[in-house]
Each structure stands twice: as C-alpha cells, then as structure tokens.
C-alpha cells in the first residue's frame, strides 16, 4: 500500500471518530445507507431488473426511490450549510447543469464529431425541426464552404418523449492536423473543429463517468484550456438514467468541446436505460445519439468498435461492458479477430477501453468486471495491449502491469478513471487486504 493511501485512510478513520458523536455524523450515516440503498434500486430499474424481497420491486416503488433520494440530498445540503466549520462534512452531490436550447427549431444543438476510418469525420448534431436538412457545409476559411455532403437523420421514442432529428453526416476525406469550419443543416452557428494529426505524438483526454453538474463544468472547463488531439469516454455519459431530456441537456453541454474534436465514447451502465415490461431495449437513447465507427471496424454492434490514431501507430478498441462478451459470443469473435489484424510493429500502441474495472481495490462496484475479465483478459495479454482505461467506480487508480491477478510486464496498465463529475460523488472507501493491494502503482484522492 502507498503511503498517501495509509494517511488517507488513517485521516478518513480520525474524521469519522470526531464526527461519530454528534448528531451530524448520524446523520451523515443515516443519509449514506439510505442513499445507497435508493440508488442501487434506480439503477436495477435502469437496467430492467426488479429487486425482489426489497423495498424497489418494482418501477413504481423504484421511482419513489428516486424521489426519496433527491430529498435526502436536498436535507443533506441544508445539514452541509450548518455545520460547524471545524468539522468535516463531505460535500453534497453537485446540482445539475441543465443547458436550454432558446434558438429556432431548425437550429442545430448538440453538435459532436467522432472520427471514421483513416481520414473522414462524422458530425452529429439533433433539430426540433424534424424536417431540417441532413447536410453539412466546410472548408477551410471562416464562412466558405466549398465542400457539402449529405448524411440521414431518425427519431426515436421513449415513452411520452418523441427526440428532435438525430442527424449524422460523414465528410472528408480530411487532411491531418488541419482546421474546418463548416455549419450543419444550412442553418445556425459556424463551428470549428480540427483533425488529429496522421503521426504521433498525439495528445489525448481520457475521461469516465461524467455526468453533468457542476463537477461536470469544471473538468470540461479544464478540458477547454488544452490543446489535445481527442477525448476517449468509457461509459457513462449524461447520467440520463430514462429521463431523456437529460440526453439533450447533455448534448448541448458538451457541445463547445465537443463540436471541435473527436469524441469517442463507449456505454456504461447508465446509458441501458431498458424497461422490457413497456418494450423498451436497451440503448435506445445512446445507440441514437452517439453513432462510433463499429462498421468500419468490422462490428455488429455500436456497443464495441475499434479504430486506428495517429496514421497507424495507435490501435484503440473500444468494449462493451453491457452486452454478451463471454467465449462464443460475437464481441468476443470480434475482437478476436480485431486484435490479430494489428500488426505491432507498425502499431507500437494498443490501448483498450471499457466501462467496468478488470481490477479495482476500491469498495464501489467490487467485482463487477470479474467475468468480463475471466472472459477476455487473455486475449488482451497476447495482444500485448499496453494500458486498459476504465470508468464506473468514481475515483482514480492506477496498477502496474499485471495478468491474471499477478505482476507481469508483459500485460496491459490497468487505470481507473471513473471520477469525471457525476452527481454521485466521489468514491473514497478501498478494500483493506485485497488480493491485489499489493499491485497498485499509485492511488491519488482527487
């Protein structure tokens, strides 16, 4: 264990002993339970299970849940604000940002772009006006376009919600480190955006679990102070959780950052969204809204993908955490085959995303991965993959190299880095004398 891991929990330990008699700390801990327990019920209702012999057996019971969980965390921000300053109280879950759309039907919003193949771009974007065009003017001059290409758009339902237009048109081919102005639907705003580079280096933003609040704000606000190349999302985006307006707020959040570089993404647990009693599958709302490069790459499915960086020398294979992954199934047939077509000594890096940890010595979400891991992790180990990014407990950590729950330097880096800003909070508790304790390079409390 890290030194700054056995100060952490010791100072966690002292904190907890002051705080254990007042009332404050009861309260502290009546709040955790409660809130723990209302969550983990919303989140069987996302992904379509009832939870039999508890109190959220069904969707019903599991939206007042919800409901009861939104009061606890308003009592708890009133508990927060008069506290005493010498004690220490954890801070309450930050409040959403929720971003309106104040502009005409035809105006496009939630604009994003992901990259397709060696030289091509796909822009997204959503329209109230469900007839506006699928078009997408660019060039390479503020206000002359002098290429324009056409793409499709859907719509799709989720119980009284009926989206905007979902458009996605593919340009290009693009040339390398290069900006492009273009406007979408022959309407509204002009953005900008620039192409990755065709050699390394390349700078890349990798981020999970991030939601939209103020925490939210401000990872992206550190994101818009750098010059990166792309941002890599493995799992958990809106935090929407069924309430699809929440998809559209968002789009329209991320947009400035979004609509200028790739970004490339992958589902986590709160994008299935799945309600099999009323008909709905899962990943209606994801599978929509964000379209990744999986035909392109050989996949079936928009779950999982795979895509070339930096003219070759950077191979990054995108999994799914929440669909059939074991021996027999397609991903694992895919990715079979994805990872013998690389050829390492043009593509010295290979990097794996995915949205729930292989290891974790964090309490949260303890085990999740195991059979995913069981799974797929020798595939990854003869590949040679050099690092696996993950999201889903919200914290960083980071492991040496390791296969099969043993030191080897010829596997893949493990790190976590669920903790972009979700309204959950941070996950602060580890496991004490877990198996692989021992492996961990570096822990930090962010």
């Excluded at 606890?72 to 929720?98: H, I, K, N, W």
């Excluded at 119980?159 to 492009?180: D, N, R």
């Excluded at 099999?276 to 209606?284: D, L, Q, R, T, Y």
């Excluded at 397609?330 to 940890?357: I, M, N, S």
Aim: aromatic share 10%; net charge negative.
């Amino acid at each position: 264990m890290c030194a700054a891991f056995r100060v952490a929990v010791a100072l966690t330990r002292v904190l907890y002993h002051a705080a254990a008699g007042s009332v404050l700390g009861v309260a502290r801990v009546l709040f955790a339970a409660a809130n723990e327990r209302c969550l983990r019920c919303v989140n069987q209702a996302a992904l379509g299970r009832s939870v039999t012999g508890t109190f959220c057996g069904d969707l019903l019971v599991g939206a007042m849940a919800h409901s009861w969980r939104v009061l606890m965390q308003g009592l708890t921000s009133l508990m927060f604000l008069c506290a005493r300053a010498d004690e220490y109280v954890r801070p309450p879950p930050s409040p959403l940002v929720l971003t309106a759309h104040d502009k005409p039907a035809a105006h496009p919003q939630q604009v994003h772009i992901s990259t397709v193949g060696s030289n091509n771009m796909r822009i997204s974007w959503v329209t109230d006006d469900r007839k506006a065009p699928s078009v997408v003017e660019y060039g390479k001059s503020r206000g002359n376009y002098t290429v324009s290409t056409t793409g499709d758009h859907a719509t799709y339902r989720y119980f009284f919600y009926k989206s905007g237009a979902i458009h996605h048109v593919t340009i290009g081919p693009l040339a390398p480190s290069t900006t492009y102005h273009y406007r979408c639907g022959k309407a509204g705003d002009e953005f900008t955006l620039k192409t990755p580079p065709a050699s390394l280096p390349i700078e890349l933003v990798v981020i999970g679990d991030l939601g939209q609040t103020g925490w939210t704000a401000s990872t992206l606000s550190h994101i818009g102070g750098a010059d990166y190349d792309m941002l890599l999302l493995p799992g958990d985006l809106s935090y929407a959780d069924t309430q699809q307006p929440l998809w559209d707020s968002f789009g329209r959040l991320v947009q400035p950052l979004a609509s200028a570089r790739p970004w490339m993404v992958t589902e986590g647990n709160h994008e299935v969204e799945a309600l099999p009693v009323v008909g709905f599958a899962p990943f209606v709302a994801y599978n929509a809204r964000w379209r990744m490069p999986h035909e392109e790459s050989g996949s079936a499915s928009n779950l999982y993908y795979s895509f070339d960086m930096a003219g070759g020398a950077a191979h990054v294979v995108m999994l799914g955490s929440y669909t059939e992954f074991e021996q027999g199934s397609e991903q694992y047939a895919w990715l079979e085959r994805d990872l013998a077509g690389v050829d390492r000594r043009k593509t010295p890096w290979l990097l794996v995303l995915l949205h729930a940890p292989w290891y974790n010595t964090n309490q949260a979400h303890q085990g999740e991965g195991e059979a995913m891991r069981a799974a797929m992790e020798t595939l990854l180990y003869e590949a040679r993959v050099d690092v696996v990014f993950s999201g889903h407990v919200h914290a960083y950590e980071r492991f040496t190299r390791i296969y099969d729950n043993e030191a080897d330097s010829r596997g893949p880096m493990f790190i976590t880095i669920g903790d972009g800003g979700n309204r959950e909070g941070l996950a602060l508790k580890y496991v004490r004398g877990s198996i692989s304790q021992n492996l961990i390079s570096l822990v930090f409390f962010l």
